[in-house]
């Protein structure tokens, strides 16, 4: 029997929040918030506005909703909306869902008109003081970081060129640069990618025009001081998928799997192809450079993550093969090596959204933080019904150096979101600080912001938000400072 999930039955499992827009002044808390805790955690993630017109349909093509946590005085607000894409537009002036399938207008209505049909629900991003929602199909929508208005999209005056954007653009520590991509930069289903380096004050630094061995999805990469490493892995598509009116994106199990090495301010020329096995590298946690090395640790899978993905040969999905685990790819420029070797480094912790403390993209670190799925803690299917498969239970701090973990188990009646971590000042050491992360009771019907000490987790719960509602799915989040955006209150 082939298991099929979509986007109704990701939604049904999960208690989503549905179509309302919300702000909490001065939020209930349980415990104590820190008073090093000054700033904002912004989340996007997707909320449907209307019922996806397929019960098969991908949830990722929700609608965007952003939504943000302030902290100043020991106190936090809460506000949350829809993103004011042109997509949103076209649905609230009929007051219906005209819309097809995830990333395949074929199926929209006709006399949509409209021109982006992003929804804009993958990650909030900070770059020169501005605030984004960013989805890779699509350049980047600034948001007004205090009111989470719409304002527009953003080319970078014009430096940059691709009519997508990465959902991971990362931001050198040193340098202060920006290095994003595109990836379908010249069309639905082209094979191109742009990759530009761009100053802190938007100037253009560089760009890299590649070709990949096959269009994939190319969700995220990792830098190093003088890299980047772009996995490329078997969610693929192709205009005869498309005009077949299939979800975008759908797994290939013959596929190798390849890593592109590419020198920053190099050439195409310049760039160093590594293959391995099937493999699915959807998010990374750090790369650095180690004697003629580079070294990726990244969550991994052996399979296709996503079953609302369908295989392209309809095999059934492989929840086995799905599972994603910390693993650690070592690439040797040295040698003549066309693969890499690959360690796993904790088996025992499933789990695909892993954090660092960004000030260390790059360079030498040592912890990584991740909500991941331990199936021996207690679930109470009595007051939450029914868990969604693997649903991620705790938090954890890993230890990259020793291969230790301390964990936080959330709770018997929900699940995780991703966390962020916050550190306790600027100048603090390598994970000294705060995780934050949203915890959804399906048996309370409401959501909560977790704050953990990033130190020991293992001590429990600094302080607990209690919202009053549901909170709408979260894909990503990020945490801005007080340096970053200023506020008053």
Same mark, same amino acid.
């Given at each position: 029997?082939?298991?099929?999930?979509?986007?109704?039955?990701?939604?049904?499992? @999960?208690?989503? $929040?549905? %179509?309302?827009? !919300?702000?909490?002044? &001065?939020?209930?808390?349980?415990?104590?918030? =820190?008073?090093? /805790?000054?700033?904002?955690?912004?989340?996007?993630?997707?909320?449907?506005?209307?019922?996806?017109?397929?019960?098969?349909?991908?949830?990722?093509?929700?609608?965007?909703?952003?939504?943000?946590?302030?902290?100043?005085?020991?106190?936090?607000?809460?506000?949350?909306?829809?993103?004011?894409?042109?997509?949103?537009?076209?649905?609230?002036?009929?007051?219906?869902?005209?819309?097809?399938?995830?990333?395949?207008?074929?199926?929209?209505?006709?006399?949509?008109?409209?021109?982006?049909?992003?929804?804009?629900?993958?990650?909030? @991003?900070?770059? $020169?003081? %501005?605030?984004? !929602?960013?989805?890779? &199909?699509?350049?980047?929508?600034?948001?007004? =970081?205090?009111? /989470?208005?719409?304002?527009?999209?953003?080319?970078?005056?014009?430096?940059?060129?691709?009519?997508?954007?990465?959902?991971?653009?990362?931001?050198?520590?040193?340098?202060?640069?920006?290095?994003?991509?595109?990836?379908?930069?010249?069309?639905?289903?082209?094979?191109?990618?742009?990759?530009?380096?761009?100053?802190?004050?938007?100037?253009?630094?560089?760009?890299?025009?590649?070709?990949?061995?096959?269009?994939?999805?190319?969700?995220?990469?990792?830098?190093?001081?003088?890299?980047?490493?772009?996995?490329?892995?078997?969610?693929?598509?192709?205009?005869? %998928?498309?005009? !077949?009116?299939?979800?975008?994106?759908?797994?290939?199990?013959?596929? =190798?799997?390849?890593?592109?090495?590419?020198?920053?301010?190099?050439?195409?020329?310049?760039?160093?192809?590594?293959?391995?096995?099937?493999?699915?590298?959807?998010?990374?946690?750090?790369?650095?450079?180690?004697?003629?090395?580079?070294?990726?640790?990244?969550?991994?899978?052996?399979?296709?993550?996503?079953?609302?993905?369908?295989?392209?040969?309809?095999?059934?999905?492989?929840?086995?093969?799905?599972?994603?685990?910390?693993?650690?790819?070592?690439?040797?420029?040295?040698?003549?090596?066309?693969?890499?070797?690959?360690?796993?480094?904790?088996?025992?912790?499933?789990?695909?959204?892993?954090?660092?403390?960004?000030?260390?993209?790059?360079?030498?670190?040592?912890?990584?933080?991740?909500?991941?799925?331990?199936?021996?803690?207690?679930?109470?299917?009595?007051?939450?019904?029914?868990?969604?498969?693997?649903?991620?239970?705790?938090?954890?701090?890993?230890?990259?150096?020793?291969?230790?973990?301390?964990?936080?188990?959330?709770?018997?009646?929900?699940?995780?979101?991703?966390?962020?971590?916050?550190?306790?000042?600027?100048?603090?050491?390598?994970?000294?600080?705060?995780?934050?992360?949203?915890?959804?009771?399906?048996?309370?019907?409401?959501?909560?912001?977790?704050?953990?000490?990033?130190?020991?987790?293992?001590?429990?719960?600094?302080?607990?938000?209690?919202?009053?509602?549901?909170?709408?799915?979260?894909?990503?989040?990020?945490?801005?400072?007080?340096?970053?955006?200023?506020?008053?209150?």
């Amino acid at each position: 029997m082939v298991e099929r999930f979509g986007a109704t039955d990701i939604a049904n499992n @999960f208690h989503g $929040a549905a %179509r309302f827009e !919300a702000e909490v002044i &001065d939020c209930e808390v349980i415990g104590a918030l =820190p008073a090093a /805790l000054e700033g904002t955690f912004y989340r996007l993630g997707g909320d449907w506005l209307y019922p996806p017109r397929f019960a098969d349909d991908a949830p990722f093509n929700a609608d965007g909703y952003i939504s943000m946590f302030r902290f100043a005085n020991g106190s936090v607000d809460y506000k949350g909306r829809f993103v004011r894409t042109e997509r949103y537009a076209a649905q609230r002036a009929v007051r219906r869902q005209r819309f097809g399938r995830y990333r395949n207008p074929r199926a929209d209505d006709p006399d949509t008109g409209v021109v982006n049909r992003t929804v804009a629900n993958t990650t909030p @991003f900070i770059f $020169a003081g %501005r605030l984004f !929602a960013l989805k890779e &199909d699509s350049r980047p929508l600034i948001i007004d =970081p205090h009111s /989470l208005e719409t304002l527009g999209e953003w080319d970078f005056d014009g430096v940059y060129s691709s009519p997508t954007f990465t959902a991971h653009p990362k931001i050198d520590p040193v340098s202060g640069e920006l290095i994003c991509m595109g990836y379908e930069a010249e069309g639905e289903a082209s094979n191109a990618v742009h990759i530009h380096a761009i100053a802190p004050d938007g100037g253009a630094r560089w760009r890299l025009d590649l070709t990949m061995p096959y269009v994939s999805m190319l969700h995220d990469f990792a830098i190093t001081r003088h890299h980047i490493v772009l996995p490329v892995y078997g969610l693929v598509t192709g205009r005869e %998928r498309l005009e !077949a009116g299939e979800v975008h994106w759908g797994w290939d199990p013959n596929r =190798p799997s390849h890593v592109a090495v590419i020198p920053r301010g190099g050439t195409a020329r310049d760039v160093r192809w590594f293959t391995g096995p099937p493999r699915a590298i959807v998010h990374v946690l750090n790369a650095v450079e180690e004697d003629g090395k580079i070294i990726l640790d990244a969550p991994v899978s052996d399979g296709n993550p996503f079953p609302f993905f369908p295989a392209v040969d309809g095999s059934a999905w492989d929840r086995r093969a799905a599972r994603t685990t910390i693993r650690r790819l070592t690439f040797d420029l040295r040698s003549d090596a066309r693969t890499w070797t690959e360690e796993a480094l904790f088996p025992d912790a499933p789990g695909s959204l892993g954090r660092i403390d960004d000030r260390f993209a790059s360079l030498p670190y040592r912890y990584a933080f991740m909500e991941y799925a331990d199936p021996t803690r207690p679930y109470d299917m009595a007051r939450a019904g029914k868990a969604p498969p693997s649903i991620s239970n705790c938090y954890a701090r890993f230890d990259m150096r020793d291969r230790t973990m301390r964990s936080f188990f959330a709770g018997d009646s929900g699940a995780l979101q991703e966390c962020c971590f916050v550190p306790r000042c600027a100048d603090a050491p390598e994970g000294d600080g705060f995780l934050i992360g949203v915890y959804s009771d399906f048996a309370e019907r409401r959501s909560e912001l977790i704050v953990l000490d990033a130190r020991q987790p293992d001590a429990g719960a600094l302080a607990r938000v209690i919202m009053p509602f549901r909170l709408s799915s979260q894909v990503h989040g990020v945490w801005a400072s007080r340096q970053a955006i200023d506020f008053r209150r």
